[in-house]
């Protein structure tokens, strides 16, 4: 929710390499001035994990890897490169599902990163019946209300972090502005403890994207992308040109981590082509391709966006997109996909919601928003509506979903909670409740 814009070439995450498409390079003065930042994980699945951190200074970097439970340490080398802005990607192959790894960093024979708490816990096999918990939220600063609530996901010992935007806010396209931001929150000592033994999957909303209700036609959106591509290890970013969705399977949950600004009113919708998109064509069929092909109990659909309409003057919400959300609730009805549940962020209040859809979708679509992390709230937005379940206007808070299909039918448990650990708020479904009754 707030505004502004800008631009930039772009590079894309090739193979656990970046590849650097010509030009951009921050000035080593500016980059001096940054303390080293990490490491923090990124993306992680059965048997692979992304480790981020930037580098002081250009150098070759070394990540060392070694089961906890003993054995042969892997090593992986990386350059960091002034025009790559210092930031190093490694990518760890070949572990093994449901594992716990330590893991340090190294230039040349000197140890510069090791800490107890550096630990690395590759998924489980994916139908193996098991538990998981995430936290889930939007909206967060570098303020000392921001820091507690990533110390109290660490105390709730989550297994997995997913930020859906306002993480953190930008309000500008400019390149300087969007590597400088970028910095700052990835130098908070809270947010680094949190990731550093937790993987982490980003989205973002409009702060981070370019400014207040922006869209895809945002002048400078390359720039954002491109940043987001050097800050935040992720396997993919949207179609590898474009956007910066992205997928990841842990235990019982799927979380489809939608882009819901780089596309929006760039081309005519797929669901109604005299109507302006959401999702763009690209991203709606790799979502179909998802979710045919997952096997998860439970699949979230996340995004930075609510998936109903704000009711205020802004129309960066699914309410203005309507014939697409309709569009995905046909699909799911009409393949009997299972499990799925909504999560939107942005409106510095938390609510969940349950739609009687069981005649499109085969069962009640329940959506939860979670927000905000820092500690401005807007009670406004927390507007009537029918199908409302559940709702809070508090600040510092997140989703702590824990999800088990160590029981039949599955669980999900979803609790909204603040920086001290209070509940604000709980839901229960079970895998049952999101069949198809058709
Ligand atoms: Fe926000």
Known sequence: MNPTTLSLPRRDFIGGALALGATTVISAQHAGKTPLLGPILGHSDETSAMVWMRAVAEGEFTLEVTPESGGKAQLVKQQAVEKDDLCLHWRVTDLKPGARYRYRV???????????????????????????????????????????????????????VVLIGDTPYIDSTELEKQTQRHREFAAVPEYQALLKSRPCWWTWDDHDFAGNDSSGLAVGKENSRLVVTRYRPQREYGDGSGGIYSSFRRGPVEVFILDTRWYSMTEPSFASPHKPTLLGAKQWEWLQRGLLASTAPFKLLACGVIWDDKENTESDDWGTYKHELTAIQKFIGENKISGVILVGGDIHASRVLRYKTAKTTGYDLVQF?????????????????????????????FLRVDADSTVTPAEFHATLINKNGETVFSYHLTAADLQSKA
């Open 106 to 160: 190294l230039q040349g024979e000197k140890v510069i990163a090791d800490n107890s708490g550096q630990v690395l816990t590759t998924a489980p096999k994916a139908d193996a019946p098991t538990k998981v918990r995430l936290a889930i939220s939007s909206c967060a600063k570098e303020d000392a209300g921001s820091r507690e609530v990533w110390n109290r996901m660490a105390t709730e010992n989550v297994d997995a």
């Open 369 to 397: 928003i979670a927000s905000p992390i820092h500690g401005s709230t807007i009670p406004s937005l927390n507007v009537y509506n029918l199908d409302l379940v559940r709702s809070a206007v508090e600040p510092h808070v």
